[in-house]
Structures are given as C-alpha cells and as structure tokens.
C-alpha cells in the first residue's frame, strides 16, 4: 500500500490535468507517453526508457524482463513504502511484482499507438511546420468521415498546408486552443 501511495501523484496529476474546463484533447497522446515514462523510471533503467523513442518502441517495451529493470535498492519506493520494506524479508519481489504488473496494465490499457490520438496532437500551434505534423493533419478527417464533403476536405487540405508557413499566426501562449483556432 506504501508502494502504491507513493506512486499515485503521478495519475493524480494526470487526471487533474484532464479535469479542467478547456479542451485538452491535443494533449492527450503527449501526456499518456509522459505519464507511462514517469511511472516506468521508478522501475525501469533510465537509458532502457530513454531508448524506446517512439510510442510503438514504449508498447513493446519489456518491462518485465531484468535485464530492464532497476536492482531494488534504486527502485523508487516513497518513504511509506521503504519502512514497510525495511520490516519484510520479501522485499524485491513485491516491489518488482507490484511494479512489473502495474506497469503491464498501463502498457496495456493506454492507448500509446492510438493514430487519432497522434493525429490530434498535430493541432497544436506548436508543432507546426513539420512534414510529421502536416502527415498526422491529414490523417484527421479520415477518422471523422462525415464531418467534411469532398470540397472541404480539398479546402481543409489546402488550409493546413497554409497554417505550417503561415509566420504571421499569433503566438499561442496563454491562450485556450480552441480559441486560438
């Protein structure tokens, strides 16, 4: 129990994020990467997480393997967690157990490769004027297939090729996305 109150900032700061009023659907596949990386390097050797670049490479990853993971004196554990440890004569097992299935979970449940998640992180002001971010574009309205007729989905098309050379589209700053759209 130690163990898991320790870890659970790291999905409470997630669903907070998630709680506020504007939209943040943009955000979304960034902080599902970023949320499963934070909780894999209380377990996993950095450099193991580091070298899983893409969302495909994190989907794989082999988080149970030793080889992978972190010796049990650098597992981070919270201080809860570490008392309860000193006192148990089972202790890498459970941590690496309660890690290993945790993170099986994650791995399982987020959805880490979702194309329209990728996709819509591509709105983001941002990142455009990369050939990735025009690729993930225009992807978009195939996921929404009777949003757009045929001529505007020609003039949307047209319209982000624009928006990645456009210099003269305010900064986002401060600003909601869908108000800054």
């Known amino acids: 129990m130690g163990l898991y109150s320790s870890v659970f900032p790291l999905l409470k700061s ?12 943009h955000l979304l596949h960034e902080e599902h990467i970023r949320l499963f990386k934070e909780f894999l390097v209380c377990f996993i050797k950095p450099d193991v ?8 490479r994190l989907k794989k990853l082999d988080i149970s393997s030793q080889s992978n993971q972190l ?11 570490q008392s309860v440890i000193r006192k148990s004569t089972k202790k890498d097992f459970v941590v690496v157990d309660a890690y290993t299935l ?14 329209l998640l990728q996709s819509l992180g ?7 004027g990369h050939s990735k971010t025009l690729s993930y574009m225009q992807k978009l309205p ?3 297939t009777t949003v757009l007729n045929e001529a505007e989905t020609e ?26 759209w």
């Open 14 to 25: 997630f669903v907070i994020l998630f709680e506020m009023k504007e939209p943040l659907i």
């Open 49 to 56: 997480v580091m070298g899983a670049k893409s969302s495909s």
């Open 102 to 115: 945790c993170g099986k979970v994650l791995q399982d449940k987020l959805p880490l490769t979702n194309p």
């Open 155 to 180: 003039e949307y098309d047209q319209e982000i090729r624009k928006f990645h050379i456009d210099n003269s589209l305010p900064e986002i700053e401060d600003t909601r996305i869908d108000h800054w």
């Open 71 to 81: 010796n049990a004196e650098t597992m981070f554990l919270g201080v809860k967690a």
């Open 142 to 144: 195939t996921y929404a």
């Open 122 to 128: 591509a709105i983001q002001p941002e990142t455009r």
